[in-house]
T-cell receptor, first 117, second 111 residues
Framework: DTEVTQTPKHLVMGMTNKKSLKCEQHMGHRAMYWYKQKAKKPPELMFVYSYEKLSINESVPSRFSPECPNSSLLNLHLHALQPEDSALYLC????????????????FGPGTRLTVL | TQLLEQSPQFLSIQEGENLTVYCNSSSVFSSLQWYRQEPGEGPVLLVTVVTGGEVKKLKRLTFQFGDARKDSSLHITAAQPGDTGLYLCAGDDFGNEKLTFGTGTRLTIIP
């Protein structure tokens, strides 16, 4: 299984709602990532989990809250978002974000298209 | 701050033509990945190049890593409409958990 799955595919939410994005991989990867991508731009890194611990937070506003329940799952909890948070949210995984391998080869999920009204 | 500049930014060519996309930096990378992304979907990994001067082929796509590991190119032979998409290069900094993404090349192949 070389797939990263994400649910839901599409999400529309109001600024007062609470929702969660989910990501799953069964490749035995130990690093997982959340990215935000605006139209016609490259992905922007938000968070990195390495061996189930948060290792990088790219100064993301607290209305985004990541969670890694186990090595296969990654969640992104959303609360009180703003319309400018509308974007494609991508999850990715890699075998080992640092150290064991000489390179960081990341595999992406299909993304969640988020619209904040 | 590491930067990866891709050129051209946009490219629209006829089916059957050849093209080359460039990914350039002043920084050295331990490896470089190339991805293709279709609208509304996640990037799909095409190839990883690791060794300076390395050339890898994937059907009609040829990828090359510069000798100094600061740049890379993607050459497509006899482009087909299925090659349409956003091409992204991404550099890995010696085990750093962060990838540096290129600015992207949006390719359109006209049937």
């Amino acid at each position: 299984d070389t797939e990263v799955t994400q649910t839901p595919k599409h999400l529309v939410m109001g600024m007062t709602n609470k929702k969660s994005l989910k990501c799953e991989q069964h490749m035995g990867h130990r690093a997982m990532y959340w990215y935000k991508q605006k139209a016609k731009k490259p992905p922007e890194l938000m968070f990195v989990y390495s061996y189930e611990k948060l290792s990088i937070n790219e100064s993301v506003p607290s209305r985004f809250s990541p969670e890694c329940p186990n090595s296969s799952l990654l969640n992104l909890h959303l609360h009180a978002l703003q319309p400018e948070d509308s974007a494609l949210y991508l999850c990715a995984s890699s075998q080992d974000g640092q150290g064991a391998l000489s390179y960081n080869e990341q595999f992406f999920g299909p993304g969640t298209r988020l619209t904040v009204l | 701050t590491q930067l990866l500049e891709q050129s051209p930014q946009f490219l629209s060519i006829q089916e059957g033509e050849n093209l080359t996309v460039y990914c350039n930096s002043s920084s050295v990378f331990s490896s470089l990945q190339w991805y293709r992304q279709e609208p509304g979907e996640g990037p799909v990994l095409l190839v990883t190049v690791v060794t300076g001067g390395e050339v890898k082929k994937l059907k009609r796509l040829t990828f090359q890593f510069g000798d100094a590991r600061k740049d890379s190119s993607l050459h497509i032979t006899a482009a087909q409409p299925g090659d349409t998409g956003l091409y992204l290069c991404a550099g890995d900094d010696f085990g750093n958990e962060k990838l540096t993404f290129g600015t992207g090349t949006r390719l359109t192949i006209i049937p």
